[in-house]
């Protein structure tokens, strides 16, 4: 079992609505939660982060966390092909000296004109 | 893009050649990264540094070295190139547990 996974798509959602993108862990201890959107060819860029259980609100964008049953996910409303990227989930793990980040594999998006 | 520069952006090279990578930040950040990322693994942590040469393992650090002489600069070193080290990697700091990373080095070993 991986540590951290997502689907890995692609999701195809027509310009407007909502997307809704998917995001399990294995590690119980968790703390930290990320969403990066990458374009093709370029880097991670971050997006979103969530520490605590519940929903976190920045513009168009909502993360949810779930730690009970490890899940977290992101939701773009008003979806606009410019949304149109691969995103990346990341949990943070402690190490003796900071965290480091385990990713999923990213799930493509899709936006329909 | 946090003040991270990564340099070559492109290189090919043949097996068994030494290829280093470097990434320079601007900004004095304590922690700094290597990451791979390949298809249909995501981003993998290859090693990372806590300070001037200090420095550990990520979890596919086999094969690579790492060096931090100065804050700013922190180098990547293939000795021995191999085709399964043919990937993107990525630098990247970390700000207040928030990891912002560079352009990227896409590196093919022939």
């Known amino acids: 079992q991986k540590e951290v996974e997502q689907n890995s798509g692609p999701l195809s959602v027509p310009e407007g609505a909502i997307a809704s993108l998917n995001c399990t862990y294995s590690d119980r201890g968790s703390q930290s939660f990320f969403w990066y959107r990458q374009y093709s060819g370029k880097s991670p860029e971050l997006i979103m982060f969530i520490y605590s259980n519940g929903d976190k609100e920045d513009g168009r964008f909502t993360a949810q966390l779930n730690k009970a049953s490890q899940y977290v996910s992101l939701l773009i409303r008003d979806s606009q092909p410019s949304d149109s990227a691969t995103y990346l989930c990341a949990v943070a793990q402690s190490m003796e000296y900071g965290n480091k980040l385990v990713f999923g594999a990213g799930t493509i998006l899709r936006v329909k004109s | 893009d946090a003040g991270i520069t990564q340099s070559p952006r492109h290189k090919v090279t043949e097996t068994g050649t030494p290829v280093t990578l470097r990434c320079h930040q601007t900004e004095n950040h304590r922690y700094m990264y290597w990451y791979r990322q390949d298809p249909g693994h995501g981003l993998r942590l290859i090693h990372y540094?806590?300070?001037?040469?200090?420095?550990d393992k990520g979890e596919v650090s086999d094969g690579y070295s790492v060096s931090r002489s100065k804050t700013e600069d922190f180098l990547l070193t293939l000795e021995s190139a191999t085709s399964s080290q043919t990937s993107v990697y990525f630098c990247?700091?970390?700000?207040?547990?928030?990891?912002?990373f560079g352009p990227g080095t896409r590196l093919t070993v022939l």
């Open positions: 540094s806590y300070g001037v040469k200090d420095t």
């Open positions: 990247a700091i970390s700000v207040a547990n928030e990891q912002f």
